[in-house]
């Protein structure tokens, strides 16, 4: 479920709820710790006081010390160093009537004189009941109880015989009491307590929760800013090409403008850059196939048209001369559609073929060598056509491409020359490096040249100037070298040779 909801939301939205998540989870993480804490710090503390009392009572019954208020106050005097890293010791007799306190220490001994013993322990016990109802400590039932009442609680629980530590705070103070009745003789003579402030607990919660505090503001701070920064320059623009595609799709008026995303220098520039020229390239491949689809009805069209004439005309004459013409025109016509059909048919899977090959090192020589030697062993016996092939010494001629459309170049180029050249005649086949590196690639013939002043025009699709046995020939055959010779960033020409008969196609390469 939660899979499927986030899918629903935008990066931003995912972003801020995959961070809340986290926010959720440390907080939860953050407030067991600091509730932790506080009880780790009152066991150390408790322990320190539980082995204090136990090293007291472990004196008292060493030095035979009776619980009354002379020997506790002889004890207190002589063992003071005991009790020095703690705030308050109070000893408390059967009855809980104040028998030793550790506050009184830096008085005149004198005060734990019998005169004024009792008048002395009771403004004492007083004191202490009035300053245990101010301080409030706070037990499980959260009812306020004073020092004698705690002990009265103590001695009915379950605790009882073994140390046991109150806690009690209020707005700027923390105690520690802790507890432990005291046997003397296998007897219950009185209770010994421990008080202790523990502002440094609390000072150490605080600090905690202050840092948790402040940890928690800048974190949110911090994310705000990202995503704020995240949407403003990454999120937005990813969304302005979202659009600008969608409009491409729809084929939409609406114009978006990414021209600001292209100039970036990140990685959004470049995305924006490549998704731009694919638009490009794509908008200028339905463009071509578009015209390719338009002319190749022209195309078909016009033996289709001539298919019809020569029918009908042939169902209505008797001459055998007429019929036998009408029936070659109606052969070269169905050639003609079907080298069409065929012609375009491969044309398109070399395309799709295109999208898959990669560019890589290779050398030239031994590929149109190669394709040389295959059409002179079909040409020169069936034709007396011979086809040489010559270079300028080099060994190599290295260049950036795809092999079998150097095959293919070269066929074509020579299909194209044998079928405007008689028999018995020659094709000279050349490559060379030119004065500026550049490997050039030529086809010379002993055919009928070329009639168009402009040459550039037997490049393009369909071009009709083409020998008798036009059935045999589509038009795209140099439309295709073209096309793979710019595949190869070449480039072709074509021109008629000088004071000779024939045609000159030359390809030039730029070598790696």
Do not use: W
């Amino acid at each position: 479920m939660l899979k499927g909801y986030l899918k629903k939301l935008s990066i931003l939205r995912k972003f801020l709820f995959i961070n809340f998540i986290f926010f959720i989870f440390i907080g939860s993480f953050t407030i067991i710790y600091i509730k932790n804490v506080e009880p780790n710090l009152i066991k150390k503390k408790s322990i320190n006081h539980t082995n204090i009392i136990d090293n007291t009572i472990d004196n008292i019954k060493r030095l035979n010390i009776r619980f009354i208020e002379d020997d506790i106050k002889n004890f207190l005097f002589s063992t003071r160093f005991i009790f020095q890293n703690l705030d308050r010791v109070i000893f408390f007799d059967n009855k809980l009537n104040l028998i030793g306190d550790t506050d009184t220490l830096d008085l005149d001994p004198r005060s734990f004189s019998t005169i004024i013993d009792n008048i002395e322990f009771e403004i004492l016990n007083e004191q202490k009941i009035e300053t245990d109802k101010e301080k409030k400590i706070n037990l499980k039932n959260d009812k306020l109880f004073s020092l004698k009442e705690i002990i009265n609680i103590y001695q009915n629980s379950k605790d009882y015989g073994k140390p046991y530590t109150f806690t009690q705070k209020n707005f700027d103070q923390f105690q520690l009491t802790t507890i432990k009745n005291v046997i003397l003789s296998e007897k219950n003579v009185g209770f010994l307590v421990i008080v202790q402030n523990a502002n440094d607990i609390k000072a150490a919660i605080d600090e905690r929760k202050t840092f948790v505090i402040r940890t928690v503001i800048v974190v949110g701070f911090v994310i705000l800013i990202f995503s704020f920064v995240l949407n403003r320059y990454f999120l937005k623009p990813i969304q302005n090409l979202v659009s600008y595609t969608k409009t491409i799709k729809n084929k939409s008026s609406e114009k978006i403008s990414i021209e600001n995303l292209k100039n970036r220098n990140d990685e959004l520039g470049l995305l924006s850059n490549s998704l731009d020229d694919m638009t490009n390239e794509l908008q200028k491949r339905i463009f071509h196939a578009e015209n390719f689809s338009t002319d190749l009805v022209h195309e078909i069209r016009n033996p289709l048209t001539s298919l019809k004439s020569a029918s009908e005309i042939l169902q209505d004459t008797n001459n055998t001369e007429q019929r036998t013409k009408l029936l070659n025109i109606l052969s070269h016509d169905v050639q003609r559609i079907e080298r069409l059909i065929t012609d375009y048919s491969q044309m398109l899977k070399d395309e799709a073929t295109l999208s898959t090959e990669r560019m890589k090192k290779i050398d030239i020589q031994p590929i149109i060598q190669s394709v040389v030697e295959d059409y002179n062993n079909i040409y020169n016996t069936k034709r007396g056509i011979k086809i040489s092939y010559e270079n300028d010494g080099n060994k190599e001629f290295f260049i950036n491409g795809i092999e079998n459309r150097i095959e293919q170049i070269t066929a074509n180029l020579l299909d194209n020359s044998i079928s405007f050249i008689n028999d018995n005649k020659n094709i000279y086949v050349k490559v060379y490096k030119n004065p500026d590196k550049k490997i050039i690639f030529e086809i010379i013939d002993e055919g009928q040249g070329f009639k168009e002043k402009d040459t550039e025009k037997i490049f393009k699709r369909f071009y009709s100037n083409r020998p008798e046995n036009f059935g045999e020939h589509s038009g795209l055959g140099l439309n295709i070298v073209k096309n793979l010779v710019d595949l190869h960033e070449g480039s072709i020409k074509a021109k008629n040779r000088d004071n000779k008969a024939g045609a000159i196609i030359t390809i030039t390469f730029p070598e790696i």
